[in-house]
């Protein structure tokens, strides 16, 4: 066996490598990012939703149309972005990516 043989060997095996695992390992992390993005879309549109449905049958309850609709729907609001806020601090912890020591909070 001479040397530029076993070279072919090997780079053969290092493109079987590459098409069989890294491939799928960098469609992997799109899928979770997607999958993310996906999670912290319906956070964010879910909560001022169930803010507005709430506010909405407080309204027909009480005849206050719209004020507790338009109340209930700013709650819905923020607790829809303290959730996505939630979720990334979550994933931050998860992955170690936390602030970078010595910086200073605005």
Same mark, same amino acid.
């Given at each position: 066996?001479?040397?530029?043989?076993?070279?072919?060997?090997i780079?053969?095996?290092? =493109?079987?490598?590459?098409?069989?695992?890294?491939?799928p #390992?960098?469609?992997?992390?799109?899928?979770? %990012?997607?999958?993310?993005?996906?999670?912290?879309?319906?956070?964010?549109?879910v909560?001022?939703?169930?803010?507005?449905?709430?506010?909405? %049958?407080?309204?027909?309850?009480?005849?206050?149309?719209?004020?507790?609709?338009?109340?209930?729907l700013?709650?819905?609001? =923020?607790?829809?972005? #303290?959730?996505?806020?939630? =979720?990334?601090k979550?994933?931050?912890?998860?992955?170690?990516?936390?602030?970078v020591?010595?910086?200073?909070?605005?």
């Amino acid at each position: 066996m001479s040397n530029d043989d076993l070279k072919k060997q090997i780079e053969e095996a290092r =493109a079987a490598y590459t098409k069989t695992y890294e491939r799928p #390992l960098k469609q992997e992390g799109q899928a979770k %990012g997607m999958a993310l993005g996906f999670r912290l879309a319906t956070e964010f549109v879910v909560g001022p939703l169930v803010g507005a449905a709430i506010g909405w %049958g407080l309204d027909l309850v009480f005849q206050t149309k719209p004020w507790m609709m338009i109340i209930w729907l700013m709650f819905g609001f =923020a607790a829809g972005v #303290l959730n996505v806020l939630r =979720a990334v601090k979550g994933l931050q912890d998860s992955t170690g990516n936390g602030p970078v020591e010595g910086a200073e909070e605005e």
